[in-house]
């Protein structure tokens, strides 16, 4: 019985981060479905091109940097999580702040949900996910050693209002927060939107992978020390 109810707990999280810089409001589950209680949040606030609702996910995504709201949207959906997501930041300055906070809370929320040391769960995910002539790798450890090796070989300065090297800088940020081991490629591709959106969809389902509960696993630490 204790098993069964692990296995149902909900793995969610609520992060509300506020610096001079920015303001960060998010929910997340790591399964998709409903969300924890807002506390306090707008939904009117939220912009409208980064919001999908199906009868498993509730995405709603707003950080003030579209192409930024693009790619987390699409780790979302293909990471199959629940997420609302708005951050009010310091733009006037540039996208630097408002990015790299997001992709901390977001890691943070991430590392909240799924709880300790990975418990009864796959532990590794991989996958490669192609857009068009763009072709992407994204490996994934629950590692609980924070850790990033991201080769996106962007060309451009600017995709939308987002600086590029800004892209592997959210990756690197995610890792921090969310204490996994990362390593993302982009083999190839010619667009840098397309290979950016490759990159962000192999991590999607390379976590979607790692954070599977593994059936006969349950309350097993997947690791020969005992302990992650």
């Known amino acids: 019985m204790a098993a069964a109810e692990s296995i149902s707990e909900a793995r969610t999280a609520t ?3 506020d610096t001079n810089e920015t303001k ?3 929910r997340l589950s790591l399964d998709g479905g409903a969300l924890p209680t807002s506390n306090g949040e707008n939904e009117e606030d939220f912009a409208d091109h980064a919001t999908q609702t199906s009868a498993s996910q509730n995405i709603s995504v707003d950080t003030g940097i579209g192409f930024l709201d693009h790619m987390l949207h699409a780790l979302a959906k293909h990471a199959g999580w629940s997420l609302h997501l708005r951050t009010r930041g310091d733009l006037h300055i540039d996208d630097h702040h408002s990015a790299e906070d997001t992709c901390l809370a ?10 300790s040391n990975s418990v ?3 532990r ?7 857009l068009d002539e763009a072709l992407a790798r994204a490996v994934v450890d629950l590692s609980n050693r924070p850790f990033s090796v991201i080769d996106l070989g962007l060309r451009r300065e600017k ?3 987002l600086s590029t090297e800004m892209l592997p800088h959210c990756l690197q940020s ?5 204490a996994v081991t990362l390593h993302v490629d982009v083999l190839r591709g010619e667009n840098d939107h397309h290979r950016a959106e490759a990159a962000f969809k192999a991590l999607a389902c390379a976590l979607r992978m ?3 509960r593994v059936r006969g696993r349950e309350g097993e630490v997947p690791s020969t020390k005992g302990v992650l």
Do not use: C, N, V, W
């Not at 977001?106 to 709880?115: C, D, E, K, V, Y």
């Not at 590794?124 to 192609?130: E, I, K």
């Not at 995610?174 to 969310?178: G, P």
């Open 106 to 115: 977001l890691g943070s929320a991430f590392r909240s949900a799924l709880g």
């Open 15 to 17: 992060i509300k981060r």
């Open 159 to 161: 995709i939308g209002d």
């Open 210 to 212: 790692a954070t599977q």
């Open 120 to 122: 009864g769960l796959a």
């Open 174 to 178: 995610f890792a921090q927060t969310a």
């Open 24 to 26: 960060i409001q998010l």
């Open 124 to 130: 590794f995910g991989q996958a490669y996910a192609p």
